[in-house]
């Protein structure tokens, strides 16, 4: 069945570093892809997606290129700030928008 | 409109009670979602409703596991005779074609 592999965390950096965390997948068809961020006692929230090849997802200065090729949707960032500071999962959905199937999950620590 | 919405937020239950959360999705959207999440886990998956009917559910959902949703509105998922295993965070979202939308969830805790 389909399935999302991240990075084990912690990742820990200091603010103004530059983050990458690395998520690869395994699908039939051509899943749609997503980062969602969830802070502590919190829902997830939406922090971008790509639905198909090639495609850049962006938002709050994160981005992440959808790589057929790799099979990967890596998440970074610039310049992350200890407001950053959260758990980040990668998810993906098949064609027709059944259900999401998520990641692990990897916790960012952004010290100041 | 606010986004999804569940109750309550925090439930301390003894074990062998039964407990049911409520979710309201988001007013358009015909599609719901529950979801659970464990302490340093992501979510998995527990069943979907595309309106009212429930088209999915995993083999997570055990008997004890009952989810509706009347008139494809808001939706109820009931768990009986809780066990301390069933303490989680439980997770409802609803969704366009291209996006899920998550509530705040509602933590149990069986005692």
């Known amino acids: 069945g389909d399935s999302v592999t991240q990075m084990e965390g912690p990742v820990t950096l200091s603010e103004e570093a530059f983050l990458t965390i690395n998520c690869t997948y395994t699908?039939?068809?051509?899943?749609?892809l997503f980062w969602y961020v969830q802070y502590p006692g919190e829902g997830l929230q939406l922090l971008l997606k790509?639905?198909?090849?090639?495609d850049k997802g962006s938002n709050k200065g994160f981005e992440a290129t959808y790589r057929k090729e790799t099979t990967s949707f890596h998440l970074e960032k610039g310049s992350v700030q200890v407001s950053d500071s959260a758990v980040y999962f990668c998810?993906?959905?098949?064609?027709?928008?059944?259900?999401?199937?998520f990641g692990t999950g990897t916790r960012l620590l952004v010290s100041p | 409109d606010t986004g999804v919405s569940q109750d309550p937020r925090h439930k301390i239950t003894k074990r062998g009670q039964n407990v049911t959360f409520r979710c309201d999705p988001i007013?358009?959207?015909?599609?719901l979602y529950w979801y659970r999440q464990t302490l340093g886990q992501g979510p998995e998956f527990l069943t979907y409703?595309?309106?009212?009917?429930?088209?999915?559910k995993s083999r997570l959902l055990s008997d004890r596991f009952s989810a509706e949703r009347p008139k494809g509105s808001f939706s109820t998922l009931e768990i009986q005779r809780t066990e301390q295993g069933d303490s989680a965070m439980y997770l409802c979202?609803?969704?366009?074609?291209?996006?899920?939308?998550f509530g705040q969830g509602t933590r149990l805790t069986v005692v």
């Open positions: 979202a609803s969704s366009t074609n291209t996006e899920a939308f």
């Open positions: 699908a039939t068809g051509y899943p749609s």
């Open positions: 790509a639905t198909k090849a090639d």
């Open positions: 998810a993906l959905v098949n064609t027709g928008f059944q259900k999401l199937v």
């Open positions: 007013s358009e959207h015909n599609r």
């Open positions: 409703f595309q309106n009212e009917a429930q088209l999915e």
